[in-house]
T-cell receptor
Framework: GNSVTQMEGPVTLSEEAFLTINCTYT??????LFWYVQYPGEGLQLLLK?????DKGSNKGFEATYRKETTSFHLEKGSVQVSDSAVYFC???????????FGSGTRLSIRP | DADVTQTPRNRITKTGKRIMLECSQT?????MYWYRQDPGLGLRLIYY???????NKGEISDGYSVSRQAQAKFSLSLESAIPNQTALYFC???????????FGSGTQLSVL
């Protein structure tokens, strides 16, 4: 079946460090891929998405590239800030299907 | 005002009690969803609705029921709450299947 696997957290970094959060997926065909972010006390919100192979989604300095050959959608940011502290969820969805499949989430904490 | 509003934000109840969580939206979306979030498990779909007359079970519907009172309102009920239903519950909407989800701020439910 379809699934999403994320790197275990929590991830703790110093401000201005480089961030990578790994995400791999198992799916048939060509799903859309998403990263959602959940700030403390809030619901999830879409951070970025990519809809086909080799697409790069980007937003707020974060990037992720849809890699069909490695079935991956790793999230990266060149210089993290304290305000990036949150839980990050990788997800996949098909336009023909009823739901979005989420990974287990990765908690990120940034030290000043 | 928030586009997707959940009430209450927090609820503590006892085993065996009936509980209703409410969700309303101003997005004008037909598609509405209920998810629960547990630490380390990500988000799991409980029920979803594609319009007022269309209700579907998700992956973990046992012990829950829903009502779609109008396009804008989708409520989740626990007929007889049990402790392992302690979780953070999210309502979400989308314009199209497989597209971006818009989340409410969540309801933290504790069943004692």
């Amino acid at each position: 079946g379809n699934s999403v696997t994320q790197m275990e957290g929590p991830v703790t970094l110093s401000e201005e460090a480089f961030l990578t959060i790994n995400c791999t997926y198992t799916a048939t065909g060509y799903p859309s891929l998403f990263w959602y972010v959940q700030y403390p006390g809030e619901g999830l919100q879409l951070l970025l998405k990519a809809t086909k192979a080799d697409d790069k989604g980007s937003n707020k300095g974060f990037e992720a590239t849809y890699r069909k050959e490695t079935t991956s959608f790793h999230l990266e940011k060149g210089s993290v800030q304290v305000s990036d502290s949150a839980v990050y969820f990788c997800a996949l969805a098909y336009s023909s299907a009823s739901k979005i499949i989420f990974g287990s989430g990765t908690r990120l904490s940034i030290r000043p | 005002d928030a586009d997707v509003t959940q009430t209450p934000r927090n609820r503590i109840t006892k085993t065996g009690k009936r509980i209703m969580l409410e969700c309303s939206q101003t997005k004008g979306h037909d598609r509405m969803y209920w998810y629960r979030q547990d630490p380390g498990l990500g988000l799991r779909l409980i029920y979803y609705s594609f319009d007022v007359k269309d209700i579907n079970k998700g992956e973990i519907s046992d012990g829950y029921s829903v009502s779609r009172q109008a396009q804008a309102k989708f409520s989740l009920s626990l007929e007889s709450a049990i402790p392992n239903q302690t979780a953070l519950y999210f309502c979400a909407t989308s314009e199209q299947t497989g597209e971006k989800l818009f989340f409410g701020s969540g309801t933290q439910l504790s069943v004692l």
